[in-house]
């Protein structure tokens, strides 16, 4: 495809004019619902489908549109949750130059350059969101890794982050919450990055006890109070991180029974007794993997994942129910979702995507080839969301308010830009299937292939006039940087 300078397209183009019709006259001034009157494509494409797989995976190919549809919609997810038993050598064969996913923390922190486990993370972390079929196990992974939200940047954490990805969130993404939990506790990035490495009986830490009980278990409503902070805190002292001097261990947990308070302990009305040593905490984990407010509080945050950004209080209810029944089972919450006629009734209700999803999307919808390189970071970092990046404990916010102010809408629309004019070095878009179509098929098949739907007709007949006002630029190019930019795209 021939390049073409984004200053050129602008002017060219009445890009940002028909962007604004589509948008709903301002940036930032969109609904929060799209409207779903819209024109049906050929009866082979199923909206429901396509807007099913939009909120399971990170965006929908011809190949997961055929899938789907070969199997229909239960068994689809079904298959999705046995993510083991999905080939995933089309990502992992992307993944095989990335000698540091797989090293130990002690040849991490020998690395010449100590941003190089931090640079293949991120790169690693965007290849198998494009790239893997296990789409719905790649969403998880997203999930929990902002759940359990570990900013790399922080001091040795940028030697630690590889391992837990590796050994804790992976793992665990569609397992059982208990395990998940406890792997987490055990986590050497999460005790240094939240403090509990140094955490003794004689300074008790409280930093990470706080951000456990509110959120990553009961949440900040859980009914604890600022002691049950502090004798979690006493319960998880001695719970650190082996050092330098540990030979081949170092960087791995180690409880240090000597650093341990063994005193008696009463956290959320529970008698922890004296002597327990390392089962305090163990005891603690189970007994917050196992409480009614863990359980609401894990299932409010998947229904607006999965739903909207206000969830309804009636499938919470219910999914949370499922979560105490099956004792934490994911596959089984997320089965109670799925099925659910709240979600069925939320598609194409409109939740915004998060930068990450937005880039993955328009990679695996239009099959850019890309390693997600220096240049295309850059794109993703103006949108305010590179892996692993965001410092707070809370994770990147996961509601629209937070990623639609007219300096991320702009990113967004530059982003779009970039990709369909070629302008992205080591990203590229093959769009020559367009080429020598007459404009309304070019604009219907981009719409079917990127909306799962054609155009309602006014604003089809704008991007049609969009088009009608460039030259020398393909018709198919202005008309793929309009819909990647289109509020149609950016939501779920």
Known sequence: MK?????????LSGFASTLTLLWGCAPGAASTAVDL????????HDLFLFNALKRIGLGPTPADMESI?????EAYVDSQLAYEQIDDSAATGRLSKFETLNMPVKELAALASPTQPVFELIQAAMIRAVYSPRQLYERMVQFWTDHFNIYILKNQVRFLKTGDDRDVIRPN??????????ASMRSPAMMVYLDNASSTKDRPNENYARELLELHTLGVDGGYTQEDILDVARALTGWSVTGRRAMDNAGEFTFRR???DDGAKR??????PAGQGMEDGEQLARMLA???????????KLVRHFLTDTPPAGLVDKVSQTFQSSRGDIREVLRSIFFSEEFKTSLGAGKLKKPVE???????????????????????????????FWPAPNGYPDVGAAWLNTNDLLARWNFALSIATGSVRGADVDLSWLAGLPEPEVVDELSIRLLGFILPSELRANVLGALASISGVPPETSACALLLASPYFQYR
């Open 3 to 11: 390049k073409i300078s984004r200053r050129d397209f602008l002017k």
């Open 37 to 44: 009157s819209v024109t049906l494509p050929p009866a082979e």
């Open 69 to 73: 549809q070969a199997s229909g919609f």
């Open 173 to 182: 993404a569609l397992g059982n919450f208990h395990s998940l939990l406890s």
């Open 258 to 260: 000597y650093a341990h």
């Open 267 to 272: 956290i959320l009305g529970v008698e922890f």
């Open 290 to 300: 196992e409480h009614s407010a863990t359980a609401r509080f894990i299932a409010y």
């Open 358 to 388: 937005f880039v993955a999307s328009a990679a695996r919808q239009l099959g850019i080839e890309t390693e997600f390189d220096r240049p295309m970071f850059r794109l993703i970092q103006a949108m305010g969301q590179v892996p692993f």
